[in-house]
């Protein structure tokens, strides 16, 4: 019954108004509450849709919709649109469709292992672009295989701004802080 709550934990959260950024009567923006970068917003529709793999081809204006919303949070965070990744992931750990919107820094404490980062930046997180795409194309997402999940979330690191390629976590972490510091000091000039 916990992990039944906790896999519920967004429905929750939407509901809760001091929790809500932008509210409209299709979809409701949210701060991710373990923030995997400086900016981690949600957008989440107010319709129960468990997933990706639980959407038509006629819930595309919902999605644009969504998108459209969570464009409105970007613009509370002082960064460009392009500075962020926006998608579903493939296996999500919580109930409720939910469109990650995320600043490409990766800079968090709540970062914190190999799968966090595999989960953003490798095909484990699904660009909104296709999934709008492939609705049209096909009315719905296919589900992977398990194991293509797994081999997805035990790639390699790869640093998302350069070529660096750490062997551990902990050097990529140094890495992003890296760059986080030179973006503040050439915006600082």
Same mark, same amino acid.
């Given at each position: 019954?916990?992990?039944?709550?906790?896999?519920?934990?967004?429905?929750?959260?939407?509901?809760?108004?001091?929790?809500?950024?932008?509210?409209?009567?299709?979809?409701?923006?949210?701060?991710?509450?373990?923030?995997?970068?400086?900016?981690?917003?949600?957008?989440?529709?107010?319709?129960?849709?468990?997933?990706?793999?639980?959407?038509?081809?006629?819930?595309?204006?919902?999605?644009?919709?969504?998108?459209?919303?969570?464009?409105?949070?970007?613009?509370?965070?002082?960064?460009?649109?392009?500075? *962020?990744?926006?998608?579903?992931?493939?296996?999500?750990?919580?109930?409720?469709?939910?469109?990650?919107?995320?600043?490409?820094?990766?800079?968090?404490?709540?970062?914190?292992?190999?799968?966090?980062?595999?989960?953003?930046?490798?095909? *484990?997180?699904?660009?909104?672009?296709?999934?709008?795409?492939?609705?049209?194309?096909?009315?719905?997402?296919?589900?992977?295989?398990?194991?293509?999940?797994?081999?997805?979330?035990?790639?390699?690191?790869?640093?998302?701004?350069?070529?660096?390629?750490?062997?551990?976590?902990?050097?990529?972490?140094?890495?992003?802080?890296?760059?986080?510091?030179?973006?503040?000091?050439?915006?600082?000039?």
């Amino acid at each position: 019954m916990a992990s039944q709550a906790w896999t519920d934990g967004l429905i929750h959260a939407i509901n809760n108004k001091g929790k809500q950024l932008f509210v409209s009567d299709l979809a409701v923006v949210i701060k991710d509450k373990y923030p995997k970068a400086l900016h981690h917003f949600l957008v989440l529709p107010w319709k129960d849709i468990d997933s990706v793999y639980d959407l038509s081809a006629g819930d595309t204006v919902l999605l644009q919709h969504m998108y459209d919303l969570g464009l409105k949070a970007v613009g509370t965070s002082g960064l460009a649109a392009d500075r *962020f990744d926006y998608g579903y992931h493939m296996k999500p750990s919580m109930r409720r469709l939910h469109l990650h919107i995320i600043s490409k820094d990766y800079h968090s404490p709540c970062l914190s292992h190999r799968y966090h980062w595999n989960a953003f930046n490798t095909e *484990f997180l699904i660009k909104h672009e296709y999934v709008v795409e492939k609705l049209h194309e096909k009315g719905g997402i296919d589900r992977p295989s398990m194991q293509y999940i797994m081999q997805l979330l035990e790639t390699p690191l790869r640093c998302n701004q350069c070529s660096f390629r750490p062997k551990k976590f902990t050097d990529l972490k140094l890495h992003l802080q890296q760059h986080v510091e030179s973006e503040c000091g050439s915006t600082a000039s």
